[in-house]
């Protein structure tokens, strides 16, 4: 997915973080992501009280859309740098091509990563079957010593493990006995939690990890506190297990978790950088190797099998892009 905002760099001005307890809970703002009938997605991360979980620093999370209302997602070439992006939904279906030469479905319950690396450029369309699309979109932050790798694309379809009063699929990183392979670069966790309707679940997970729990649907409290729907729950590092609880209606959630980051970082419309030069580079490269066509064979290649012009990037601020995290 790509970052649409008018003004990227800048985070909304909001309250501070309201506290639940020992929680923190960080409210999503809808921000749309462009086109006629623009589909719109709930983002909690990065705000200004918090830019960072462990090395994930992008939570959009969207839907349930109707496709023939809203338009489904429609998201053309644009590149990224620096990070990689966790795709995941829980229902309808997307199409997705990169640069590195995939192109693969988009399905519930599996997990597209792509690392972008030194850079990378993909599109996602909803595929006309789909009608209704429901989902998140994560990044996660390369450490300085990985950032710089080729970009690649994985796909993984974790097992459903059952914990007694839930169902965990661990889509990267390690939770409840079960590991995906998909490649990551510096300790994390994420994971889909379906809770049954009552269920309390005490979750056993790292306790140098800081956590973020998105609630998606139905009731939920983590450690004793109410969390909305489409919040994010943070936890600081410390404790070893989460106690979740779900209300009548059950809860499914997305768990996300990791080291603490321990590097700033430079996060403005697609890329990821750690200098305001750096990403003038990685700007001025995509608008003249791919939006003004001048090579293939660039930083961010080539998106081959989508009709359409790929996305210009936005206007630089008149300031110079701040290091955050
Ligand atoms: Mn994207």
Redesign the pocket.
Known sequence: ??NLEKEPLEVVERPGPRLAGHLELLEPREVPLGGPRAMSVRRTLPQRSRSLIGAWCFVDHYGPDLVSARGGMV?PP?P?TGLQ?VSWLFSGEIDHRDSVGSHAPVRPGELNLMTAGSGVS?S?LSTLTTTVIHGA?LWLALPEGSRHIAPAFEHYAPPAVEIGGATVRVFIGSLAGSTSPALAFSPLVGAQVDVAPFAAIHLAVNPAFEHGVLLDSGSLSVDGEDVPVAHLAYREPGASVLRIEAGADGARLLLIGGAPFGEQIIMWW?FIGRTHDEIVRFRDEWQADVVAGARDDGRFGRVTGYVGQPLPAPELPGVRLKLRG
Do not use: A, G, R
């Open positions: 997915m790509s998201v644009h990224h992006t993909h996602e979109q697609n």
